[in-house]
Every structure is written in C-alpha cells, then in structure tokens.
T-cell receptor
Framework: AQKITQTQPGMFVQEKEAVTLDCTYDTSDPSYGLFWYKQPSSGEMIFLIYQGSYDQQNATEGRYSLNFQKARKSANLVISASQLGDSAMYFCAMRATSGTYKYIFGTGTRLKVLA | ETGVTQSPTHLIKTRGQQVTLRCSSQSGHNTVSWYQQALGQGPQFIFQYYREEENGRGNFPPRFSGLQFPNYSSELNVNALELDDSALYLC?????????????FGPGTRLTVL
C-alpha cells in the first residue's frame, strides 16, 4: 500500500532563513510522482513542486527545491529565504503514474515564519 | 484560462440529510478527483472520474457517490449525512495522459453536519 509520512507537525523558521520539511514515502509502484502543496488558511491547495521517480536531478522551482533520495524513499522540501507569506500548512503527496492516478497525502506540517 | 471552481463555499446540514457539491474543472481537463479533508488532516481520496466514468475509489462507503458530465464538471453526493462527514471537500482536475502529473485544486466546500 502507498503511504506518505510527515513527522513534523509544526515548524518555526526565522524570516530569510532556509527550512527543510521532511517527507518519506512507501510504494511498490515502479513509477510514481511526488508533490508538495501549500495550503494557506483559506483552504486552497497550491502546487509547489513535482519530482518524478525517474528524474535524475532534484526538482527546483524558485525558492523551493525537492531533496529526492530514492534509496531512502525521502522527498524533503527545502524553502530558501523564508518569507512571512510562507506561513501555511505544507503537504507532501504521491501519485502513481498508472491506474487511477489518485493522490496520497501526508498529514502535513504547519510552518510558521517568524519576523 | 478558468481555474477549478466549487460551489457552494460553505454548507450546513443536519444528520441524515443529503447534500450535493459541485465542481467545474479547469478548461481542457478530462479528469476530476474528489477529496475529503477533515480538520487538521491531509486530504483523503474519495474517488476519481475520467470521461464520465468512476475510475478508482478510496475507502469511502457507497453513500458517497458522484457524477461527471460531458463538459467534465462533476458532482459529489453524500446521502444519510453523519457528523463525521463534516470536512472540507476538495475537487481537483487534471488532464490525464501518461506524462500529465499535476492536479489543480479548487477552493473547496466546507460542509458542517449538525
């Protein structure tokens, strides 16, 4: 069965500092995708970054980078130069690249950026 | 490009009632997925519709049902509401092909069951 584990219920980071949000996953699918979403208090899920299981390089999108370690089954999100607007819930998710394409989400990490 | 929209924004029902939530998918998308997000939890997959047919279902009872229409909009119906059905219901649309990967989420419908 597929599973996403986020072990950090809450994190604090000082403005302009970098922060790493942890995510480990479990799947028997040979091909899958890993995602990070941001959910502000408004509730909408905002796509941040994607990593395919066969991608050789770690994904980057602006201040977001994904530290993908396939052998360890981890897909940590790194946010550089944190901003006050980064305060939100962050969810790691996995999608199989076959079948139903459904997403499995972790329980989330609440990030608070301090001024 | 129009994003994913959901209606209503908020809804209050009583136990035992039935509810219908609506979702309009992003232009060009042929797949809609529905998720339930309880307070403080991650979204849980309910089911997915692809070209008007259910294509995968999570661990939800049959009283959760859905439809997808020819224009790819979708409805989520929940019968015999229970208190535990109180949650944020998220709709996400995508274009299904082997290389496609991104789901675009709507703002959600917050359902409260009293």
């Amino acid at each position: 069965a597929q599973k996403i584990t986020q072990t950090q219920p809450g994190m604090f980071v000082q403005e302009k500092e970098a922060v790493t949000l942890d995510c480990t996953y479990d799947t028997s699918d040979p091909s899958y995708g890993l995602f990070w979403y941001k959910q502000p208090s408004s509730g909408e899920m905002i796509f941040l970054i994607y990593q395919g299981s066969y991608d050789q390089q770690n994904a980057t999108e602006g201040r977001y980078s994904l530290n993908f370690q396939k052998a360890r089954k981890s897909a940590n999100l790194v946010i550089s130069a944190s901003q006050l607007g980064d305060s939100a819930m962050y969810f790691c998710a996995m999608r199989a690249t076959s079948g139903t394409y459904k997403y499995i989400f972790g329980t989330g990490t609440r990030l608070k950026v301090l001024a | 490009e129009t994003g994913v929209t959901q209606s209503p924004t908020h809804l209050i029902k009583t136990r035992g009632q039935q509810v219908t939530l609506r979702c309009s998918s992003q232009s060009g998308h042929n797949t809609v997925s529905w998720y339930q997000q309880a307070l403080g939890q991650g979204p849980q997959f309910i089911f997915q519709y692809y070209r008007e047919e259910e294509n995968g279902r999570g661990n939800f009872p049959p009283r959760f049902s859905g439809l997808q229409f020819p224009n790819y909009s979708s409805e989520l119906n929940v019968n015999a509401l229970e208190l535990d059905d109180s949650a944020l219901y998220l709709c996400a649309s995508s274009y299904r092909d082997p290389s496609g990967y991104e789901q675009f989420f709507g703002p959600g419908t917050r359902l409260t069951v009293l």
